[in-house]
């Protein structure tokens, strides 16, 4: 049997795709923006600024390997909660193969990261390597400037960076030697459980088509 044709993910209302293509990548991010600036006349800065972290975004996307590129715009009263899905799909090297996935977990685990949990779960879709981590840039800061206090590079980076919860999910591609990649992000670190809560529940919803 052939490898799916590819792969459905089911998204909350207000999650919204992002073509992170080079020739597609600003019409796409400009139809969001006017669509999350509807009726607000009165803020062409933040809008201007909004475009362009929108396109920074979907650009890194893009040059990571990303396939698909996922923000949500999802409201909470007057509040967007923010997070990202990116989607991207792994091979393995030139004439190689790829680590079986509780190899990976033992080596990740094996790196006693605190703030790293590791596992291999079942999906419906199959099993997968799920990896969460939570990333303090004021500590990452602290780390490098350990040896002078003056480091006002680490200082800076610090003060622009927000702290973010990531969930990563490496799904086995059936009949492949293949992984499709799941990376999903929130800088909402007070309710980290929930938002991780939802993520899960996105991947869990993975399923693969076959071709017609």
């Known amino acids: 049997m052939a490898p799916p044709a590819d792969y459905q993910l089911l998204l909350p209302e207000g999650w919204f795709r992002v073509n992170i293509t080079p020739e597609r990548r600003e019409q796409s991010v400009d139809a969001l923006v006017?669509?999350?600036f509807k009726?607000?006349?009165?803020?062409?800065?933040?809008?201007?600024?909004v475009r362009q972290e929108m396109i920074g975004q979907a650009t890194r996307a893009f040059e990571e390997g990303g396939i698909e590129l996922y923000l949500s715009l999802q409201q909470a009263g007057p509040l967007t909660i923010p997070a990202s899905l990116l989607i991207a799909?792994?091979?393995?090297?030139q004439g190689g193969r790829l680590p079986a996935l509780h190899d990976l977990a033992d080596r990740l685990a094996a790196e006693g990261k605190d703030d790293r949990e590791v596992s291999v779960v079942d999906l419906a879709a199959g099993p997968a390597l799920r990896v969460r981590e939570s990333y303090d840039p004021a500590r990452e800061a602290g780390a490098v400037k350990a040896k002078a206090d003056t480091d006002t590079d680490a200082n800076a980076d610090a003060d622009y960076a927000l702290p973010s919860v990531t969930l990563d999910y490496q799904v086995q591609i059936p009949r492949a030697e293949a992984i499709l990649l799941l990376t999903f992000s929130?800088?909402?670190?007070?309710?980290?459980?929930?938002?991780?809560?939802?993520f899960d529940a996105i991947a869990g919803s993975l399923s693969w088509t076959d071709s017609a």
């Open 34 to 36: 006017e669509r999350q």
């Open 39 to 49: 009726g607000i006349d009165n803020a062409p800065q933040l809008k201007a600024q």
């Open 89 to 93: 799909l792994g091979l393995p090297p």
């Open 186 to 198: 929130t800088p909402l670190v007070q309710i980290a459980d929930a938002m991780v809560d939802l």
